[in-house]
């Protein structure tokens, strides 16, 4: 029998209020520092042991005996053979959308003449070799590789390996993330999950023979659970790597002009993610909470993962924040800084503009958060718990490197050399000045 959802979000009430919000908002409060240590065995048993450690740790952790950790073309085939056509056809159009998206953040080359005769050119340069996590735990994500592997493909690298945990039936990734490398033309796929993945895509890995050798990336994305996360925080500046993802969140700014139905329907479709998945409504409108409440009083029993869902509204993580208008909503979803971000207003157009701090923003009754999970075009890898007030989602840029490229000749440089050396000088490096006049013989 499904559990009842017998109380309603936790209200918290900042009408007639001005203090600075980002403490009293709810949020899962996860600690990845004491992750970190609880994996810091599994880590550095990877990098010194390779596959042996691997496959003890995919034993341990997931209950399989890997024989081997690449997966053969021939299984990344059949799965896609075997996908249901339905799923082929939505997931053909999402790479199709997200392809036109990210087509257009391609950066190119620009130069810039300084003086006649100096030039700086930015170069951007995809890494060369990337590795692409996807997760499998409470739910299986074919919509991640597409997320991942478009905006890696757009940039150019030319490396794409992808990483996901074995299923326990047959020791191989679920078959819709197979399906999905296919369809994106990815052969390089790993059984590999958790912290033992991120190990073995940052220090490479020996395996059960020359075929079987993973070799290092220079980047690595892609969500994850806590494990995940801290084993990401352990190999940064090993590699690069996109964000430290926390439970996904979705906020929704909403007025009295919303339809309860769809903002009950939104806060559960990011509820059923996890149970430490938070939602959270930010509203003045009375009225529109206690509809809401109803609303979700129906819904979530009925939904499939009910009780994952209760455990996450009922969580800290979510509630109804209260406000006095749409102007002070704005203040708070700015403070909250909201992976997904829902404007469900008058005007809602004009509100959305003016957000400072989401990852990504949907705007409207018709732009609903699973919209852009899947087929809006954008990308779903995005900053949480608070992060996009400094950090943006996944895309093409996540896989360039501006390189400069400073191209000055004798006149040029002879002119501001003056320049160099008072300043080289005012730093008592004057090496660095010399370095200027010892090619003008002085």
Known sequence: MRPRLDRVLNRIDLRGSRRDPRGLLPRAQLDVSVAVEKIRPVVEAVREHGFSAIRDATARFDGVELERLR??????????????????????????????????????DVTTQVVPGGTV?????????????????????????VMNVVPAQVAGVESLVVASPPQSSDGLPDPAILAACHLLGVTEVYAVGGAQAVAMLGYGSDGADEADRCEPVDVITG??????TAAKRMLRGTVGID??????EIAILADDTADPVHVAADLISQAEHDPLAASVLVTPSVALADAVDVELGKRAPATKHAERVHTALTGEQSGVV???????GLQVVDAYAAEHLEIQTADARDVAMRVRNAGAIFVGAYAPVSLGDYCAGSNHVLPTGGC???????????????IHVVDYDAAALREVAGHVVALANAEDLP?????VTARFGS
């Open 388 to 402: 996009a007030r400094h950090s943006s989602g996944l895309s093409v840029q996540s896989f360039l490197r501006g």
């Open 243 to 248: 964000a430290e993802a926390g439970p996904t």
């Open 71 to 108: 997966v053969p073309a021939e299984a990344i085939a059949a799965a896609a053979e075997a996908l249901d056509p339905a799923v082929r056809a939505a997931l053909v159009e999402a790479i199709e959308r997200a392809r036109k998206v990210h087509g257009d953040q391609r950066r190119r």
């Open 322 to 328: 209260l406000v006095d208008d749409v102007e002070h």
């Open 431 to 435: 090496a660095h000045g010399e370095a």
């Open 223 to 228: 969500p994850g659970n806590i494990w995940v």
């Open 121 to 145: 050119t930015e170069r951007w340069v995809p890494v060369r070799r990337v590795g692409l996590y996807v997760p499998g735990g409470l739910a299986v994500y074919p919509s991640t590789v």
